[in-house]
């Protein structure tokens, strides 16, 4: 099956009115440090995230989380864990720049994501190369977002362990 992704304006039209399927992905390094990833765009403009984006139609998590995490690191990775849960993230639109206002109508108000947080683990070189949607990237041993959605996910991650001593 192929896998595509949507045009723009298509995608645009989307986001207006429907919820879209997201992946957000708790990377871990060999040394135990995580990937965080400064937000250059909507909806988190500002924010140390998670690597993520949308799941595409006929895609599996785990390929649609490979994908995303070498889209948007250039960094590959084995899935180690898929959430059973989802997290409704609802974010207002907020500023958008020029480069946003043309692709989403001055109607839409939200953001509207169902995402599964992902844990994998990176493989071979964790050299990032970010893409257009962020500006710089850290690995961190401590969650070093102030997000509550991102403590969200890491405490979703600290039951899958089995241990509230989980880092980060």
């Not at 192929?2 to 298509?10: E, L």
């Not at 919820?19 to 708790?26: E, G």
């Not at 977002?145 to 600290?158: C, E, G, K, L």
Request: proline share 5%.
């Amino acid at each position: 099956m192929t896998v595509r992704k949507a045009p723009i304006d298509v995608f645009a039209s989307i986001v207006e009115y429907f919820p879209t399927v997201s992946l957000n992905l708790i990377v871990e390094n060999d040394r135990g440090e995580f990937l965080f990833v400064m937000r250059g765009n909507q909806p988190v403009k500002g924010y140390w995230w998670l690597p993520g984006g949308r799941m595409l139609s006929g895609e599996s998590i785990p390929d649609a989380a490979r994908r995303i995490l070498f889209e948007e690191t250039r960094i590959d990775g084995r899935v180690e864990w898929v959430s059973p849960e989802y997290v409704t993230e609802i974010f207002e639109v907020g500023e958008l720049d020029e480069r946003e206002r043309a692709i989403y109508s001055d109607d839409i108000e939200c953001f509207h994501y169902l995402t599964i947080p992902v844990y994998l683990k990176a493989e071979g070189s964790t050299d990032v190369a970010v893409d257009s949607q962020s500006k710089q990237f850290e690995w961190s041993r401590e969650n070093i977002s102030t997000h509550p959605y991102i403590a969200q996910y890491f405490d979703m991650w600290r039951r899958m362990r089995g241990s509230a001593q989980a880092q980060p």
